[in-house]
């Protein structure tokens, strides 16, 4: 049984993101697996400053005060980490970046041996730069790629995506 925490960045609670998130939920839940799923999108995350408190007197710990607060303990404990992104612009919205940037307090979260990446967007042709980004946030923190799922318009919330999604979950 692993710890899994998912990142789900989209705002829109019946999106197509959120439907791909609680898809793969459902399907570690039902494999065993202790499942955190957090909407990033309605938390009040900052930027880093580039202040490097965290670094020195904060011995890893940001000396903003917002909602990582509440997030870090998660991420710090999570041995799978699921980034659930809508692509607007080709690369990971704003609401995932958030967090993952303020990682830089502890350089990578703990225990995350593994990652997977669930996008929706409707264009097609619009995952290389969110893609890539995952893969070297994946090779950058010295964890396991278990890939991707994406969905452009015509693919959301079909049962050929959920097959995807409950596959994905399945490499865990």
């Not at 960045?9 to 839940?29: D, H, I, L």
């Not at 090779?139 to 452009?152: H, I, L, Q, R, T």
């Not at 015509?154 to 959920?162: A, G, L, V």
Request: one cysteine or more; glycine letters at 6%.
């Amino acid at each position: 049984m692993s710890k899994i925490l998912i990142l789900q960045g989209s705002p829109r609670a019946n999106g197509n993101t959120a439907w791909m998130a609680e898809e793969y939920k459902k399907a570690a839940e039902a494999a065993g697996h202790d499942v955190t799923l957090v909407n990033v999108s309605h938390k009040k995350i900052a930027g880093c400053l580039a202040c490097g408190y965290c670094r020195t007197k904060g011995n890893g710990v940001c000396i903003q005060k917002d909602d990582m607060q509440e997030l870090s303990p998660l991420m710090n404990e999570a041995e799978v980490l699921v980034l659930a992104a809508p692509i607007y612009y080709f690369t990971l919205s704003a609401q995932i970046q958030a967090p993952i940037q303020r990682m830089y307090c502890v350089n990578k979260p703990a225990k995350v041996k593994k990652m997977a990446l669930l996008m929706s967007s409707y264009s097609p042709n619009v995952y290389d730069g969110a893609i890539a980004e995952f893969r070297d946030i994946c090779n950058y923190w010295s964890v396991e790629n278990m890939g991707f799922v994406s969905a452009k318009n015509d693919e959301q919330k079909t049962e050929e995506t959920k097959q995807k999604v409950i596959a994905l979950a399945g490499k865990i």
